[in-house]
Structure formats: C-alpha cells, structure tokens
C-alpha cells in the first residue's frame, strides 16, 4: 500500500480531479502519483486507456513527458529513464467510484 500524499494539492491538479470526476469511470481507474524525478517534484496521472499516454507534470501543471503508453508502450521517448530514476513515491489521488 502506498503512504498517501497530504500536501496541499496545487489548483491545476485540482481541476484534473475535477474533470475526471465529471466524466464516466474510467478502466483502469485514473491515478495520480507524485514522484522525485531530475531533482524536481513531479505529478503522474496514469492513462485512462490503451495506447493511451500516461503524463507527468511539473508542480505548476507543465507536461514535461509521457512516459508509457501509445502505440509502442514506451510513451514519448522525453523521459526513457523516468521508470529507472522516480522516487519518493506517494499516491496524491485516485478515482474513488
């Protein structure tokens, strides 16, 4: 079981949550993640689907890569290393229905 995340969640992210709450449940459920990765704090939203990008954003809500998901699974190609070099894992969110 993962240590849930109690900070402050930052607005952006708030309205993510928001908007995944307004749509009908997706499978698997959407997740939210935070991470240390390339010295900074970083969000993970997991991929509502197949072939479908995972993201992570920095703690002003910038798309920094999608690092899985699409066609070949590996994501954009902008962060290979993110799997290997994430750490301090916590789970900010996660659809509840």
Request: overall charge positive; hydrophobic content about 25%.
């Amino acid at each position: 079981m993962l240590e849930s995340d109690t900070t402050a969640r930052p607005q952006w992210l708030k309205q993510r949550i928001a908007t995944v709450l307004a749509e009908r449940k997706r499978n698997p459920i959407t997740r939210i993640l935070r991470y240390t990765y390339g010295g900074q704090t970083v969000y993970y939203i997991s991929a509502p689907c197949c072939d479908q990008y995972s993201n992570v954003f920095d703690t002003k809500g910038k798309l920094i890569c999608q690092p899985d998901g699409g066609i070949t699974g590996k994501g954009d190609g902008k962060c290979p290393d993110f799997d290997k070099n994430k750490t301090n894992e916590k789970l900010v969110w996660q659809d509840p229905r």
